[in-house]
């Protein structure tokens, strides 16, 4: 009996493998013992018992732990296998991430152009307002915030209506690809009717539905390396495009005008979010991606396949950050905002974890 319970013990301690450890040591025990007793009555029969109950027992938990070993190892195959950007999985360091060097946004006054919230947005924004960490300043900030949105696919739509709904003030909308069907099984911004209609001009329209206070603006157009000028119109960018060139061009655009991207990807059941903002310290995107992937390894979600909420996960995410910094609770001194850091999400797993990236010398876009 003691022996049982020190097994059962030890297996809650030390796990599956542990627990067949200790079985066995009981086991062999008991074999030995009622074996040095010889030919007692009744022991025949239960040295036969206990020679196959302990037996069978020993044989489904080292089964169980065999099980448990090999699903561990494929896990973490995968996890640095395929997908270019797994690559950075490799620097995952082992210990707790040292907190942010920096704050983005000096928590200061609000904008002159904010002014007292009305009756009206007092209720709208209730239960941001009631938030220790953000308050009436901090929805104040946001309603002077200016805000560009490249991409309105996948990740764009829970980026806008949560950022509309979340009263950024003026958001610029960009994307250049009309509403498909094969679109609507994830983004959510769109319906049936907008099948044919440009993107940033159905989901500019859903944002005015939705909140009449922010001003959007559409541009039905590609975002290019020369840019500069459009971005250094606004406070942060989002980028949720999926083609590498895309995502090269905006880069650029915002390292030239010295504005922070906050940059999400998505493929298959996979996403990842990081800030990119080297005029205030860090890496920018091509610091960690600086060429083109080999073809047929990053493959577009036409190719690849993309699950339905994953957007929503990565998207809703970006939001959370940005309405972070445009706030300004990451420079408050509340949490931690994503300066340095990638975090990378698996929905197949339903695991996430958060990686330190740095700057990369030499860097042709950067100058890091
Ligand atoms: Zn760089």
Redesign the pocket.
């Known amino acids: 009996m003691l022996g049982a319970v020190a097994a059962v013990l030890t297996g809650w301690r030390f796990g599956l493998r542990g627990l067949a450890v200790a079985v066995a040591a009981v086991w062999l025990g008991g074999v030995a013992w009622l074996f040095t007793r010889g030919g007692a009555s009744g022991d025949l029969a239960r040295f036969a018992w206990w020679t196959v109950t302990g037996g069978a027992l020993l044989l489904a938990l080292g089964y169980a732990a065999l099980i448990g070993e090999l699903r561990r190892r494929t896990r973490d195959a995968g996890a640095t296998a395929g997908l270019p950007y797994r690559a950075a999985l490799a620097q995952a360091p082992a210990a707790p991430l040292p907190p942010n060097p920096e704050p983005l946004a000096e928590p200061g006054p609000p904008a002159d152009l904010s002014g007292p919230l009305s009756d009206d947005e007092l209720d709208r924004y209730a239960r941001h307002i009631v938030l220790r960490e953000l308050g009436g300043a901090g929805q104040r900030r946001l309603r002077a915030a200016r805000l560009l949105v490249v991409g309105a696919g996948g990740l764009g739509a829970p980026v806008l209506l949560y950022l509309a709904a979340a009263g950024v003030g003026r958001i610029t909308v960009a994307d250049d690809d009309t509403v498909s069907l094969s679109n609507l099984q994830r983004q959510v911004i769109f319906g049936t009717a907008d099948i044919g209609r440009p993107k940033a001009e159905a989901a500019a329209e859903a944002m005015r539905r939705l909140n009449p206070h922010v001003t959007v603006s559409p541009l039905v157009r590609r975002i290019t390396a020369d840019d500069t000028a459009l971005v250094a119109d606004h406070d942060l960018v989002l980028d949720g495009t999926d083609s590498f060139a895309s995502r090269a061009a905006v880069n650029a655009a915002c390292v030239a005008a010295r504005v922070p991207l906050l940059a999400g990807a998505i493929a298959q059941w996979e996403g990842q979010i990081a800030l990119y903002d080297?005029a205030r310290g860090g890496?920018?995107l091509?610091?960690l991606f600086p060429e083109p992937p080999a073809p047929g390894l990053a493959l577009s979600c036409a190719e690849a396949g993309v699950v339905g909420a994953l957007p929503g996960i990565i998207g809703s995410s970006m939001a959370l950050e940005a309405i972070k910094l445009l706030a300004g609770v990451t420079g408050s001194g509340a949490g931690e905002g994503l300066r340095e850091r990638m975090v990378l999400i698996d929905g197949l797993w339903g695991d996430t974890r958060r990686l330190r990236i740095a700057?990369?010398p030499g860097?042709a876009?950067?100058g890091?």
Request: with cysteine; net charge positive.
């Open positions: 080297p890496p920018c091509a610091c700057a990369r860097c876009v950067c890091a």
